[in-house]
């Protein structure tokens, strides 16, 4: 009685549960004489039932990769929501009756869409998660090369900050191609390289082994070929943030003069910082602990425009970054975050960690709770913080000027001393 009572909200919904092999797609009762029907998950059967809801009148769906992107390319407005928003409802055996389900849900308005950028934000979500799983594999390459110097008690490794970097690279490529003389490798060396040239030397006299300058030739030539794939969706990446750079209608301003003078280690080969503030019209760096690449890939994440969220406790509750409540007969029975695999999540854990070496106000808060309740928790309120800063920023444009540590632990000894 109570189902039949609810006011139907998508009256043209439909749904699909997902499976690895065959889809469950369900229409509204009224929509066809058979409802439910099977798709396998090739591409002309997602076509076959983009098709099916465009003879139904559907108008939504929810569904996903590539599930998804097939039915919006035919125009549909697609919804991916969270299983668990329904998995606590009983009564439920197959995949038939889920897909019901679910379609119900929808048709009444009870499923709310998780979050999913579009368009160049999507694409340039892309690129950057390929670039870093391309970062990932060629790091297992340096382990590679570092692991066959060991065996041949070239100690290049343990003297040159970073083997990859001028210095590295010159000595390695040399060894690679037969040369064996310490003081002809160690002419190599950088003057920008703080080891000297008698260090490097004595570092590179060892006990050389064809089998194991084979391994090194192997991994160095691999790091090769995945540094050049970096380079590549470096140039994707630039290209994104023209499109998005043109289609934008925020006024860029003037420049803020940058924090830090270092590049950030991985960092894109060209200059993110003014490439973003032509896009949002502010300087996410200005935060402490928001580096020009970590902002970016958080735009990548979140998108430029954070409208999703109304405010910025919705913000930081996507992000498992706010208490998640339990209360039973107005109890709280535990406030404790949720478990999360959201990168923008992980990302503003990395600048959390980053801010709490600083002298700043941040800083001060992290070493603060850090004593108090432990790095963990530090790590997740601080978190929290930049989240709301990020939030502000881009989406009201408000300006973040760090009052200092001095400042925050005067405040804070005020705070408790009334």
């Known amino acids: 009685m109570a ?17 690895a092999t065959m889809h469950m797609a369900a229409v509204g009762p009224d929509r066809d004489p058979a409802p439910v029907r099977t798709f396998k998950t090739f591409t002309a059967d997602l076509h076959r039932l983009a098709k099916w809801f465009t003879q139904c009148g559907v108008s939504t769906g929810v569904y996903w990769i590539p599930v998804y992107e097939i039915p919006e390319q035919h125009g549909f407005e697609v919804f991916v929501v969270n299983a668990r928003d329904a998995k606590h409802v009983p009564g439920r055996k197959t995949d038939v009756s889920d897909a019901q389900w679910l379609q119900r849900l929808h048709a009444f308005g009870l499923l709310r869409a998780s979050f999913r950028p579009q368009g160049d934000i999507a694409a340039l979500r892309a690129y950057l998660r390929q670039r870093e799983r391309l970062l990932d594999y060629a790091a ?8 066959a110097l060991t065996q041949m008690n070239l100690q290049i490794h343990h003297i040159v900050a970073d083997i990859t970097g001028v210095t590295g690279r010159r000595i390695l490529r040399g060894l690679v191609a037969g040369e064996r003389d310490p003081d002809v490798l160690a002419a190599f060396r950088d003057r920008h390289c703080h080891a000297s040239i008698e260090m490097i030397r004595q570092a590179l006299v060892g006990n050389d082994r064809e089998k194991h300058l084979f391994a090194l030739a192997q991994a160095l030539a691999l790091y090769d070929v995945y540094r050049e794939k970096v380079e590549e969706c470096d140039a ?11 289609a934008s209608d925020k006024p860029a301003g003037t420049l803020p003069a940058a924090r830090h003078r270092t590049k950030a280690a991985n960092a894109p080969a060209f200059d993110v910082r003014p490439a973003l503030h032509a896009i949002l019209g502010v ?25 999703a969220w109304p405010s910025a406790k919705h913000f930081t509750s996507w992000l498992c970054l706010a208490p998640s409540n339990k209360i039973s007969g107005g109890k709280v029975l535990s406030s404790r975050t949720r478990r999360s695999a959201n990168r923008a999540t992980t990302l503003l854990r990395l600048a959390a960690i980053t801010v709490g070496r600083t002298d700043t106000a941040l800083g001060a808060f992290y070493r603060r709770l850090s004593g ?21 920023t881009l989406r ?13 632990e005067e405040r804070y000894k005020r705070r408790s001393d009334s």
């Open 140 to 147: 297992a390459h340096i382990q590679h090369m570092q692991k």
């Open 3 to 19: 189902q039949r009572n609810m006011p139907v909200i998508h009256p043209e919904a439909a749904a699909i549960d997902i499976g």
């Open 396 to 408: 009201h444009g408000m300006g973040y000027v760090d009052p200092g540590a001095a400042y925050y």
């Open 283 to 307: 300087d996410l760096t200005q935060i402490h602990g928001l580096g020009p690449y970590l902002a970016l890939k958080l735009v990548g994440e979140c998108g430029t425009d954070l409208s």
């Open 236 to 246: 994707r990446i630039k290209a994104v943030l023209g499109r998005l750079k043109a």
């Open 372 to 392: 108090r309740i432990g790095k963990a928790k530090a790590v997740t309120a601080t978190a929290r913080k930049i989240a709301v800063l990020f939030y502000n």
